[in-house]
């Protein structure tokens, strides 16, 4: 079945470390976003991608990169995690054709302690 | 100015009833339109979208463009209280970049 997913869903880390957000799609799309978001509050669009090897920072400033060395997977890393950076993150995909929406994996909840 | 605009609720509605949702936004440029219904916790949930002037139906749910206006709205018939949950407008700007830009949604509550 096609569809998108993100690993983990939830992870709890001490200040400092070192994570990387998985994110996966079996739908063959070539657009894939990453969007943060606190509880009760909007979405905002913080790295985005064409296709492999491409990838652009979003609207809302963030210190995670990412990459896209496969058309699938779209990793979110953070280098140093700060209390700050507890938050959703959510992962997203979707066609060129413009009748078409993105469509999000599960989300992963992220707890900087 | 935000790309897109939505009343935050609580819209509060009886079981039955009609739900009537609305949105704005300010890019002209923008082509394509969505509801997302999003349940607490949950990711969002792509439920309609619609790109031409006029109406679009899909069983209980009616999406609305005026681009001249620059409005969106979507209506739910005979509201379940499963229908309570935050539902967000989202654009797609396809010439820029194709990014879809959220509004910070309406929660709904269907009472029983």
């Known amino acids: 079945e096609a569809d998108i997913y993100q690993t983990p869903r939830y992870l709890v880390i001490g200040t400092g470390k070192k994570i990387t957000l998985e994110c996966s799609q079996t739908m063959g799309h070539d657009k894939m976003y990453w969007y943060q978001q606190d509880p009760g509050m909007e979405l905002h669009l913080i790295h985005y991608?064409?296709?492999?090897?491409?990838?652009e920072k979003g609207d809302l400033s963030s210190e995670s990169t990412v990459s896209r060395i496969r058309t699938e997977h779209f990793p979110l890393t953070l280098e140093s995690a700060r209390p700050s950076h507890t938050s959703q993150y959510l992962c997203?995909?979707?066609?060129?054709?413009?009748?078409?929406?993105?469509?999000f994996g599960q989300g992963t909840r992220l707890t900087v302690v | 100015q935000k790309e897109v605009e939505q009343n935050s609720g609580p819209l509060s509605v009886p079981e039955g009833a009609i739900a009537s949702l609305n949105c704005t936004y300010s890019d002209r440029g923008s082509q394509s339109f969505f509801w997302y219904r999003q349940y607490s916790g949950k990711s969002p949930e792509l439920i309609m979208f619609?790109?031409?002037?006029g109406d679009k139906e899909d069983g209980r749910f009616t999406a609305q463009l005026n681009k001249a206006s620059q409005y969106v709205s979507l209506l739910i018939r005979d509201s379940q209280p499963s229908d309570s949950a935050t539902y967000l407008c989202?654009?797609?700007?396809?010439?820029?970049?194709?990014?879809?830009?959220f509004g910070s949604g309406t929660k709904l509550n269907v009472k029983p």
């Open positions: 997203a995909s979707s066609e060129w054709n413009r009748g078409t929406g993105a469509f």
């Open positions: 991608s064409y296709g492999v090897n491409s990838t």
């Open positions: 619609i790109y031409s002037n």
């Open positions: 989202a654009v797609r700007q396809v010439d820029n970049f194709n990014k879809f830009y």
